[in-house]
């Protein structure tokens, strides 16, 4: 189950990286900004919660990090991303998400066990 689940989990991953290539209209952080705090929040809050939940499912010790670093002080950590985003309107938000939660706690490549 953890092997088909790390496969599934890179699959999407590399598919969701690809697809902002093909798509005509991509979804920035210039954008994203521009939500309410609740939908922005929202957002970050359940896409590191699902990060964390396939950190889980492979590392505990990740998944303890990035809980511990984001779920202590949603708020601070919001700002925090908010201003990475700030710096590259360009990009994806999830981009953003990904490379900080990246940088607070490490890769998210896991090798099998």
Request: glycine content about 4%; aromatic content about 14%; hydrophobic content about 40%.
């Amino acid at each position: 189950m953890t092997k088909w689940f790390l496969r599934a989990s890179i699959i999407v991953l590399l598919m969701s990286n690809c697809i902002p290539l093909y798509a005509k209209n991509m979804f920035k952080n210039s954008e994203f900004l521009k939500w309410s705090e609740d939908n922005k929040s929202f957002y970050i809050r359940t896409s590191i919660g699902m990060a964390s939940l396939i950190a889980a499912k492979n590392d505990k010790a990740h998944a303890d990090c990035l809980a511990k670093w984001y779920f202590s002080d949603q708020s601070k950590k919001n700002d925090f991303i908010y201003g990475i985003m700030k710096q590259y309107p360009d990009h994806h938000p999830r981009g953003i998400i990904m490379a900080v939660l990246q940088k607070q706690c490490g890769s998210f490549q896991y090798i099998e066990k």
